[in-house]
């Protein structure tokens, strides 16, 4: 067995100690109402098993992470896959450090989902060890992504912690415009993270059935001469077309569900091969999403805010709003550091220019002047509660389409990073 092979099982060890770690914090956390002689020692013993769990989890992950360098010979941060895991270990690192600091069993309730729907996000893409390209042959990329990174996952412990917060302090009882208006809005961002749960789970089952239909799609771009060349391309789908590429013709495809041909085709305005395969994911995430959220919905039968909302009664919102601050505020400025000033020094090394407008550094600008806009509205405008557990979860977001949305949708200079 080589050290490739051998990360690939350290990472699947990881991932399934990270589900039982999950596991063991909800057990932990909803096990008290079952237990309410012992509620506290129910808690902080299953909370211990769930941490010892966790860290083994993270164990593998480290074991993962550096066999994988050792055996593709350079860092594994070069492509979606290879970050994404980092990311995934990063917030782990970050989780751990903020919960020795505040002993919240039930951060690990929100951070543990993250982490594994991040990892499982990363099975999505190809495995393989890929040769660097030459912008990538270079130090800074390992001091750029690597400090981007854990910059990141700081922030996303603020997003769980900020997330818990609101879920704490909305009132799921009353029936107020502005108590409905908050109900919607959480319920909204729980949907969200159901619906990437949706995503990953359709990809794995139609790599299962090795699902796939492919189309060629006629382009005609206007050459220099004045003429019309056209030019033919092939696209690959691996789930049932819903949206075929505009201007194109079907050479395969298999029927799903007596589905024997793609419903419509993509817009004329969809520039590029994989526009359309692309907007195809998006329609069949929100459908996948909405029936695993419709099924919660039917079996916890209440919304999932208003099902996770008593589990928190017992924490003090101020803890939690605490917790989301000072993980912001590490993660602030490290991420200053990794994604602006190292990604300008890589830029100048590998482009001959500091800055440029590519859609990476435009959003990963859009981050920072976001998280900073936090930081001005906290400290000196007095933003706390609910505001600034608003703007936690917020500023997530944006850091998830700056993640994934930049790299698979806009093309730009770190198009090679969702390869």
């Not at 290879?82 to 600091?101: D, K, P, Q, R, S």
């Not at 608003?390 to 790299?407: D, H, K, S």
Request: charged residues 15%; glycine residues 8%.
């Amino acid at each position: 067995m080589n050290l490739i092979d051998f990360s690939s099982y350290a990472f699947i060890f990881a991932f399934f100690l990270y589900c039982f770690a999950f596991l063991f914090y909800v057990v932990a956390i909803a096990g008290k109402k079952w237990n309410n002689r012992n509620a506290a020692d129910h808690e902080r013993r299953w909370g211990r098993i769930a941490f010892a769990t966790a860290g083994a989890g993270l164990g593998g992950h480290l074991l993962f992470f550096f066999t994988r360098w050792a055996g593709g010979g350079h860092i594994p941060t070069s492509n979606m896959y290879e970050f994404m895991t980092f990311l995934g270990m990063a917030i782990m690192v970050a989780f751990i450090i903020i919960y020795l600091l505040y002993r919240k069993p039930i951060l690990g309730m929100f951070a543990l989902p993250l982490v594994i729907i991040i990892v499982a996000y990363a099975s999505v893409f190809p495995q393989e060890v890929q040769p660097l390209i030459p912008p990538l042959q270079s130090i800074w990329l390992k001091i750029h992504v690597t400090t981007a990174a854990a910059g990141e996952a700081f922030l996303a412990v603020g997003f769980a912690a900020g997330l818990i917060y609101l879920l704490r302090t909305i009132d799921y009882g009353s029936a107020s415009k502005q108590a409905r208006r908050e109900q919607f809005w959480a319920e909204f961002a729980l949907f969200m993270i159901v619906v990437a749960c949706g995503f990953i789970i359709t990809v794995f089952v139609f790599r299962g059935f090795g699902y796939e239909a492919v189309f060629t799609r006629e382009q005609v771009p206007v050459a220099d001469s004045g003429q019309q060349q056209s030019d033919t391309s092939q696209v690959k789908y691996a789930m049932p077309p819903i949206v075929k590429p505009y201007n194109s013709t079907e050479v395969a495809m298999e029927p799903f569900l007596g589905m024997k041909r793609p419903l419509f085709e993509a817009p004329s305005w969809m520039h590029g091969v994989g526009a359309a395969r692309k907007l195809n994911t998006v329609i069949w995430s929100f459908i996948s999403g909405g029936i695993l959220y419709g099924l919660l919905r039917l079996l916890l039968r209440r919304k999932l805010g208003a099902a996770i909302h008593p589990l928190t009664k017992d924490i003090d919102p101020q803890d939690l709003d605490e917790i989301s601050y000072r993980a912001i505020a590490i993660g602030f400025p490290i991420f200053t550091l990794g994604a602006l000033i190292f990604a300008m020094i890589w830029a100048n090394i590998a482009w001959s220019r500091f800055w440029g407008w590519d859609p990476k550094e435009v959003w990963a600008l859009i981050t920072w002047l976001y998280y900073s806009a936090y930081l001005h509205l906290r400290l000196s405008k007095g933003w706390h509660g609910k505001a600034s557990a608003w703007l936690a979860v917020i500023g997530f977001v944006i850091i998830m389409f700056t993640l994934i949305g930049v790299n698979l949708v806009i093309a730009g200079l770190h198009s090679y990073a969702g390869v």
